[in-house]
């Protein structure tokens, strides 16, 4: 008499349930890349527009003092305002923008290196016609700093 098996074994559904598992593991790590990847191209998005936002403001007003100024609160919508008035307004807006990044910080200054500082220290040179704008923030995306912080920066250079 010839025993005929049929069907699957124990051990070859085990195996196949191992690999599935693995396969599965494998899907979800690729998701959570790909979040954490969005997340921050988003944020690099963000800090971009908020680059343009201030430069348009600077080119429509070309005759207010943008160079490394602190904002103020004057409120320019309801009451006219001098072209310094004006700037002091638009970096006041711009910076409370800045807040919509994690950690967000920036500088508009006058400066012929605009690839060198810190959001600590901005080290613009306060030389030339060349605006650089400057956007720090942190991410988890990039190599951390020694306190586990990574920081991004988003610089633009333009003439008004």
Known sequence: MINKASGFTLIEVLVAVVILAIGLLGLA?????TLR???????????TQ????ITDRIRANPLGNYNNQAGTNSDCLANVCTPTQM??????????????????????????T????????????GSGTTFAVKIWWTDDIGDANQDGVTTQRFVMSFQP
């Open 29 to 33: 790590g690729l998701q959570t890349a």
């Open 37 to 47: 990847n969005n997340q921050s191209a988003y944020m690099r998005s963000q800090a």
């Open 50 to 53: 908020l680059a343009y936002d």
């Open 87 to 112: 700037a002091g307004y638009d970096l006041t807006q711009w910076n409370s923008h800045l807040a919509s990044l994690p950690s967000g910080a920036g500088v508009v200054c006058l400066d012929n």
């Open 114 to 125: 605009p690839l060198d500082g810190t959001s600590a220290t901005p080290a613009c040179d």
